[in-house]
């Protein structure tokens, strides 16, 4: 067979994540992961904070070496906290329909299993469910569907965001909403651009073609070549912030790592602006899914440093981890690059509003960390974090290149900081229990004496107007 040339300007999915290429960085990889030279240049190249290429953090990934591990940790966490400082940035998922045509073997909803409850929600049901979410606290959303034309067209999901920004309960406001959606024409992501949409996520699920044609036998989705461009296609829609990830534990992790890097790399070379956030979720049990069926599970130990080596090679890059992860996990890789996590999330459609019957399980997965949002947060302030429902630069056109600018240059924090704690407080104000009220004001009064003169008056203008109830929604 005839080779494919590597292009990361090319828009043929087979050329920009080339099979060859990434058998050659494994290749290389494996040859230098003891090459002491090669990798302390690499590690001096990353400690500038400028990232790297997929070849070099490769060999990172594949070197064994506990001393250079520990230095690929403790540089992980210095790029962290340079970036994105202490806070992390909360979201909940909302499942609008789990009816899907296609035939993803990891996945519950898909076509042949025909036990799992399928739901859509009406609008109603959704109006219902965003009041539920508004009254947990949160701001920002995902929304999932499953991929199909019939039950879920694109007109339902122009329709629900509609729906979902519309709503205003009490002092509650669903002010940015993400879109995981199956792969589309250039026209849909027109007209999901144009409904004010932040991010669009999609999970490239596995970048190996075999595998991923072998995972995805039946439906629109068996499309390699579609679902590999599809970030294309969003850009040229005009959606300025897309959202990467694979599911580990669907082929080897080092291929999947190689893979994601060169996409970042190929939306960089073509648009000019790399991906807004990395996903990193791993395979979990669900309804008819179990995990031992799958020989590449990844470890903790594994993950850790897969989180790490992302974060060093793309620096501005925001990092996601869900609830998919246990409490101690979701400790140990907040310190190592992820910069945004979920919290009191129900992965069911429907569920905030009204608990699901027990006799009836519309799961995607199950969620590990069950804890409410308000413990969630307790918790993140209590191990030295600032949660923040910020939203700001979507809706102030900070997104795309003009982000990525800020974000690279660092000057992001000037906005994050005084937006994490402005909207920390309408949490505290408006939902928080007595417990975590009383730790989140004791952690904005630490936190407003490191922002600049200015800014602490600003801010501390607005923070008061929030307690007093003169206003809601104050940002940088
Ligand atoms: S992963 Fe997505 S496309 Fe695949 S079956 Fe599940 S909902 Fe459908
Ligand atoms: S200011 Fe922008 S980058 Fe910072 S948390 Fe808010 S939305 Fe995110």
């Known amino acids: ?267 960089e070379a073509v648009h000019g602006v790399g991906p807004h956030t990395i996903s990193v979720p791993r395979l979990r049990h669900a309804d008819d899914i179990d995990t031992a069926d799958f020989q590449d599970c990844i470890s903790d130990d594994i993950f850790a440093k897969i989180v790490a080596c992302i974060r060093i090679s793309v620096p501005y890059t925001g990092m996601i981890v869900s609830t998919r992860e246990s409490k101690q996990t979701r400790e140990r890789v907040l310190q190592l690059g992820i910069s945004q996590i979920s919290g009191g999330s129900k992965t069911s459609v429907g569920g905030y509003a009204e608990p699901e019957p027990e006799d009836e399980n519309s799961a995607q997965f199950d969620v590990i960390d069950n804890r409410t949002l308000d413990e969630v947060l307790c918790w993140l302030m209590q191990i030295g974090y600032v949660p923040s429902f910020c939203t700001a630069c979507y809706r102030e056109g900070r997104t795309g290149d003009r982000f990525m600018e800020l974000c690279k240059s660092k000057q992001i924090h000037n906005c994050c900081h005084p937006n994490a704690l402005l909207t920390l407080q309408e949490y505290l104000t408006d939902y928080a229990s007595p417990k975590t009220k009383a730790v989140g004001e004791a952690l904005i009064a630490r936190e407003v004496k490191g922002l600049s003169p200015a800014m602490a008056k600003y801010v501390l203008q607005h923070l008061d107007d929030i307690r007093q109830g003169r206003g809601r929604d104050f940002y940088v």
């Open 1 to 267: 067979m005839n080779k494919i040339a590597y292009n990361p300007q090319s828009l043929v999915a087979d050329e920009f994540i080339n099979h060859d290429e990434i058998l050659e960085t494994l290749a290389f990889a494996d040859a230098h992961k003891s090459d002491w030279q090669m990798i302390e240049e690499i590690m001096q190249k990353a400690r500038k904070h400028k990232g790297l290429t997929h070849r070099e953090a490769s060999v990172l990934l594949a070197c064994e070496d506990k001393d250079v591990n520990a230095e690929i940790e403790k540089l992980a966490k210095e790029i962290k906290l340079a970036y994105y400082g202490n806070r992390i940035v909360l979201f909940a998922p909302l499942y609008l329909s789990n009816y899907c045509v296609n035939g993803c073997v990891y996945c519950p909803y898909h076509a042949k299993n025909k036990h799992i409850a399928r739901r859509k929600m009406t609008q109603e049901e959704i109006k219902r469910e965003v009041i539920a979410l508004q009254d947990m606290g949160h701001k920002r959303l995902a929304i999932e569907l499953g991929e199909d034309p019939v039950n879920n067209p694109i007109e339902y999901v122009l329709e629900s965001i509609k729906t979902i920004y519309s709503i205003k309960h009490k002092n509650g406001a669903i002010r940015r909403v993400n879109v995981n959606i199956a792969a589309t024409t250039v026209e849909n992501y027109a007209k999901l651009k144009q409904a004010g949409i932040g991010t669009y996520i999609l999970f490239q699920e596995t970048y190996n073609r075999e595998s991923y044609e072998k995972l995805h036998p039946t439906g629109p989705k068996h499309n390699y070549a579609w679902h590999t461009e599809a970030m294309d296609r969003a850009m040229q829609g005009g959606i300025d912030d897309v959202g990467i990830g694979v599911l580990f534990g669907l082929s080897t992790y080092r291929y999947e790592f190689a893979g994601l890097l060169m996409h970042a790399e190929h939306l």
